[in-house]
């Protein structure tokens, strides 16, 4: 099986660099690389047209919106792609070398995953900190979620692997969530009460390069509580 590997930028050339490499290293497992760049200006659009890769590459150009909203450009991503299984990531990361063939052959049907996010240094040290609720680095199994107490928050946009037709079940991830911060909770969870089986996928490794992030927005908090803790959810 092949991957729709699915890639969010904007104006991060360098590091989409360093992850169209992890992906070209890997391309005997990519079905196509969908990138969607929301209007760049370091020259990414003109870079990515330079490259001459053994897989397909669509780009998807930004439209101006009155304020950037990543969780629409992630959506657009997931409704270009065939139907088969795709892993989104953003710019600033990159695959360890098994990564999509890990994938490849270990994704469980009808499963909403997460690959395994190492946070690392611009030398690409681990460095200490979030990682998956605290899951351990070395570890490389693919972990059923599904009997685990609110395991749907053990989930990272960085990192997604879905299907189109698992998104399209819960209408992609819900648009008012703006800014930073558990609108992937509310789409694990989501999925799941649609059907979809939870699964962490450890064994898929994602390289996330640190640098500063801005706390979760309240107004998220308080929304993913809301339906957390009232009848937004029927749990």
Request: proline letters at 3%; hydrophobic letters at 35%.
């Amino acid at each position: 099986m092949k991957i729709n590997v699915i890639t969010v930028t904007y104006n991060q050339l360098e590091g989409l660099k360093k992850q169209y490499k992890s992906i070209l290293s890997q391309s005997k497992y990519v079905k196509e690389w969908i990138v969607y760049d929301d209007r760049s200006k370091d020259g990414t659009i003109d870079w990515i047209g330079k490259q001459t890769p053994c897989f397909p590459v669509k780009i998807i150009e930004g439209i101006k919106r009155e304020k950037p909203l990543v969780v629409a450009n992630m959506n657009e991503c997931m409704k270009e792609t065939d139907g088969g299984v795709f892993i989104l990531s953003f710019a600033d990361s990159y695959y360890k070398e098994d990564a999509l063939k890990n994938l490849s052959e270990t994704y469980i049907p009808n499963s909403f995953g997460s690959a395994a996010r190492i946070d690392v240094n611009e030398k690409g040290q681990p460095l200490q900190g979030y990682f998956l609720n605290n899951v351990d680095k070395s570890e490389d199994d693919v972990r059923n979620m599904m009997s685990t107490k609110r395991g749907w928050e053990s989930f990272a946009g960085n990192g997604m692997i879905a299907t189109k037709s698992i998104m399209e079940g819960i209408g992609y991830i819900d648009e008012t969530y703006g800014g930073y911060g558990v609108d992937d909770y509310d789409t694990a969870m989501r999925t799941m009460m649609n059907g979809a089986l939870l699964y962490l996928y450890l064994n898929v490794k994602i390289y996330h390069t640190s640098h500063f992030v801005k706390n979760t927005t309240p107004d998220n908090i308080k929304r993913y509580m809301t339906k957390l803790e009232g009848t937004g959810y029927s749990l």
